[in-house]
């Protein structure tokens, strides 16, 4: 028997804390959520592996790190609504529900969504609602979000984003048109509604396919 539970700490001192996550709020989210079961059923033995997995339909579940980063640099609290861009595995989506009110995750594979919706389900993560559709369009139904977080890269932030970004809220995202190689960048909106930018780091996802992200044809 495998003890996911040993390896998940193990992860969060080694991989996360380690390299100076330092939000109590992401890293027990880390400590809770099970991320071998947003793994394929190969993949168990290497959920916390420090790396990317494939999941089907050539995507991916984001490596540990990247997804304690990515939600850090969101600032969140107990009181916001995320919308969680590209929701893959779900696994990203379930970390935040940890953390947030309420999480609205798209993802533009139907079949991956299917998947992520019954995992999040079974396991009980029923403030998270998983929609099919073209999240570089945001989820104007639900806005204003508090913050936006994105698991695909695009050429630039998408503007509906920044419009359905509350006051004082957060995007963070990773910008570049390169398949591999771009920057993950976070962006507050002050009350005047300018957007103010910062860059987190290098990082690789896959590429942010939609109407304000890259074209798919
Ligand atoms: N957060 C995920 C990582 C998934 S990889 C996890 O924890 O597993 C990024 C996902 O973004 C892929 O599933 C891809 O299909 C999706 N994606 C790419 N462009 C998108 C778009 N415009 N809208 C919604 N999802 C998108």
């Known amino acids: 028997m495998v003890d996911f539970r040993m390896l998940r700490e ?3 001192s080694e991989q996360l804390v380690a390299r100076g996550v330092a939000d109590d709020l992401v890293l027990n989210a880390m400590r809770r959520v099970p ?3 947003f793994v394929r059923p190969s993949s168990r033995m290497n959920a916390y592996d420090d790396h990317p997995l494939q999941l089907d339909h050539g995507q991916t579940i984001s490596q540990p790190y990247i997804v304690a980063l990515t939600l850090e640099a969101a600032a969140l609290t107990p009181e916001d609504v995320l ?3 590209g929701t893959g595995s779900g696994y990203a989506a379930a970390v935040a529900a940890e953390v947030v009110r309420r999480v609205i995750s798209i993802e533009r594979h139907a079949a991956l969504a299917e998947t992520a919706r019954a995992v999040l389900k079974r396991l009980g993560y029923s403030t998270v609602d998983v929609v099919v559709g073209d999240g570089t369009l945001g989820y104007p139904s639900e806005a204003p979000f508090d913050a936006i977080v994105a698991a695909a890269a695009g050429p630039k932030i998408p503007a509906p984003w ?3 970004l509350r006051a004082n809220g957060r995007i963070v995202m990773p910008v570049g ?3 591999f190689g771009q920057t993950l960048i976070r962006a507050l909106k002050d009350p005047s509604g300018a957007i103010r930018r910062q860059t987190l780091g290098a990082v690789t996802f896959v590429p942010l396919i939609g109407e304000h992200g890259i074209s798919d044809r």
Request: charge should be negative; proline fraction near 0%.
């Open 10 to 12: 193990q992860m969060v």
């Open 83 to 85: 919308l969680d861009v």
């Open 35 to 37: 991320r071998e079961e």
């Open 162 to 164: 920044v419009e359905q």
């Open 177 to 179: 048109e390169q398949r």
